[in-house]
C-alpha cells in the first residue's frame, strides 16, 4: 500500500519559513517523479514544484520561483520543499504526490499517488 505522509506545515508570519517534508512508503521511490501541489479554499488544486527521479531537475511554478526549492533524499524516500519569503498568498493545503510520468509533471491528473495534505498558513 502506497502512502505519502506530509509533514511540516503551520502558521507562520510573512516573509517567515517552512520546510515541508513527505514521507513516502509502499513504492519504489526512487522510481518516480515527485511533486508538491497546494489548494486554497475555493480553488482549483495547482502546481507549486516537481523533481526528477535523480534529483538532477527541478521545476517551480512562477509565483514560487526564487522563493521555494523543491529536493528529495531517494535513501530516504523523503522529499522536501523549502519555502523562504512566504506570503499570504501562499496559504493552501499542500500536498505532495507521485508520477511515474516522465513526460508530465505540471498537470495533477498525471499523478498517481497523492498525500492527504498540511496545512500552510501565512499572516500578514
Known amino acids: 500500500q502506497v502512502q505519502l505522509v506530509e509533514s511540516g506545515g503551520g502558521l507562520v508570519q510573512a516573509g517567515g519559513s517552512l520546510r515541508l517534508s513527505c514521507a513516502a512508503s509502499?513504492?519504489?521511490?526512487?522510481?518516480?517523479?515527485m511533486g508538491w501541489f497546494r489548494q486554497a479554499p475555493g480553488k482549483e488544486r495547482e502546481f507549486v514544484a516537481a523533481?526528477?527521479?535523480?534529483?538532477?531537475?527541478?521545476y517551480y511554478a512562477d509565483s514560487v520561483k526564487g522563493r521555494f526549492t523543491i529536493s528529495r533524499d531517494n535513501a530516504k524516500n523523503t522529499v522536501y520543499l523549502q519555502m523562504n519569503n512566504l506570503k499570504p498568498e501562499d496559504t493552501a493545503v499542500y500536498y505532495c504526490?507521485?508520477?511515474?510520468?516522465?513526460?508530465?509533471?505540471?498537470?495533477?491528473?498525471?499523478?498517481?499517488?497523492w498525500g492527504q495534505g498540511t496545512q500552510v498558513t501565512v499572516s500578514s
Open positions: 504526490a507521485a508520477t511515474s510520468s516522465i513526460y508530465s509533471y505540471y498537470y495533477k491528473e498525471a499523478y498517481n499517488y
Open positions: 523533481i526528477r527521479r535523480s534529483g538532477s531537475t527541478t
Open positions: 509502499g513504492l519504489t521511490f526512487n522510481a518516480y517523479l
